[in-house]
């Protein structure tokens, strides 16, 4: 009987020995498909990363988005622009970071043209200018290097704006150049030229404009009115007189408002809308050949140097797109 039984207990556990085996190599084979699942899963993550690294920190960095002079301009220099820009303005506007680097670079490989370059010292001593502090006492010498209370605002700056020194020296750089070369139009502007004298109300709205008109029709006089309803404080005093004005310095369509064929000195015209806002003006004399000077002279220059600087932007290859604006966007959302 004892023999029967141990036979048949021996006869079961090989029976069930094939069992246990199928249901151990089933849970291996499960466990690889897990491991594999897991790692490919892992594999696609890092993939995915990678490729958004690719894009976002390599690749789109490196696009090039202008050419000019056979010089390339990637995406990434145009971002240290854009970022100072604000930083100095207050206003992010992608493409015009990309401008004036671009602009600073003709500049730069034209500078000959235009008086020369700067002086090797400039850089540093408008650092100097902009962030060392002004010694106390009428008789005290002006600072010629960065203390460290002066390093320390500079730095502070850096950190705000989220650009390197070097990047922001390459700029500063290029605005010295940009203010060489408007000093050197303003010089070779004329000594006179022909210009009419210009009193005018500049309002924001048509409504006021019409207003103030009505007040000149009821025989107020234009310095009164211009007082109390002109709102441009860039070109006009107190009373509105502007004073000289030659044609072509202005914008477009204030230029063309004020040169019109047919005006009669003394006479009230307007209101017309313009960019600079609704203008009310009159002309008190002229045109004849006056000095140029003051703002307009500025205005000459700068009319100038930007004609020179289109002249040399000719062969300009611009591939810059929404998607690169975009881009500089996000690094400065990044960056706050």
Same mark, same amino acid.
């Given at each position: ?19 246990? /085996? ?15 699942? &897991? /790692? ?5 993550? =890092?993939?995915?990363?990678? $490729?958004?690294? !690719? ?9 090039? $988005?202008?050419? &000019? ?8 220099? /145009?971002? #240290?622009?854009?970022?100072? %820009? ?8 992608? %493409? ?9 670079? &003709?500049?730069?490989? *034209? &500078?000959?043209?235009?008086?020369? %370059? ?7 001593? @408008? ?7 002004? #010694? ?30 070097? %990047? !922001? ?14 000093? !050197? ?8 030229? @022909?210009?009419?004298? $210009? ?9 006021? /404009? ?19 309803? *002109? ?7 107190? @009373?509105?007189?502007?004073?000289? =004005? #030659? ?6 369509? $204030? *230029? ?26 009159? =002309? ?53």
């Amino acid at each position: 009987m004892r023999q029967r039984r141990r036979a048949e207990r021996q006869h079961s556990g090989r029976s069930a020995s094939p069992q246990v /085996a199928g249901r151990r190599l089933n849970e291996r084979q499960r466990q690889r498909l897990l491991y594999v699942a &897991i /790692a490919v899963v892992l594999v696609g993550l =890092v993939a995915m990363l990678a $490729v958004g690294w !690719y894009l976002n920190s390599y690749r789109i960095p490196r696009k090039v $988005v202008a050419e &000019i002079d056979g010089v390339q301009y990637q995406l990434r220099e /145009a971002l #240290p622009y854009a970022l100072l %820009d604000a930083g100095v303005t207050g206003s992010f506007v992608p %493409d015009q970071g990309l401008n004036n680097l671009l602009g600073d670079g &003709i500049i730069e490989r *034209n &500078i000959g043209e235009v008086g020369g %370059d700067i002086d090797p010292g400039a850089v540093d001593a @408008e650092i100097v200018r902009q962030y060392e502090p002004l #010694p106390e006492g009428e008789e005290a010498e002006p600072p010629t290097s960065l203390s460290e209370e002066g390093r320390d605002f500079l730095d502070q700056f850096l950190d705000f704006v989220r650009v390197s020194e070097e %990047d !922001y020296r390459a700029w500063l750089t290029g605005q010295l150049r940009r203010q060489s070369a408007l000093e !050197y139009f303003s010089a070779e502007a004329p000594e006179t030229t @022909e210009q009419i004298h $210009v009193e005018w109300i500049v309002t924001q709205s048509v409504t006021a /404009a019409r207003a103030a008109v009505a007040r000149l029709e009821d025989g107020e006089e234009f310095a009164d009115v211009a007082g109390e309803s *002109n709102e441009d404080f860039l070109f006009s005093d107190a @009373e509105g007189v502007v004073g000289w =004005v #030659p044609e072509g310095v202005l914008q477009a369509d $204030v *230029n063309g408002v004020l040169f019109a064929e047919g005006i009669e000195q003394g006479e009230v015209q307007g209101p017309h809308t313009t960019a600079f806002g609704t203008i009310v003006f009159r =002309v008190t004399d002229g045109p004849s050949d006056e000095p140029l000077t003051g703002v307009m002279r500025e205005l000459w220059a700068q009319n100038d140097f930007q004609e020179w600087v289109d002249g040399k932007s000719l062969g300009l290859q611009y591939y810059f797109t929404a998607d690169d604006a975009q881009w500089l966007v996000e690094q400065l959302e990044s960056l706050q």
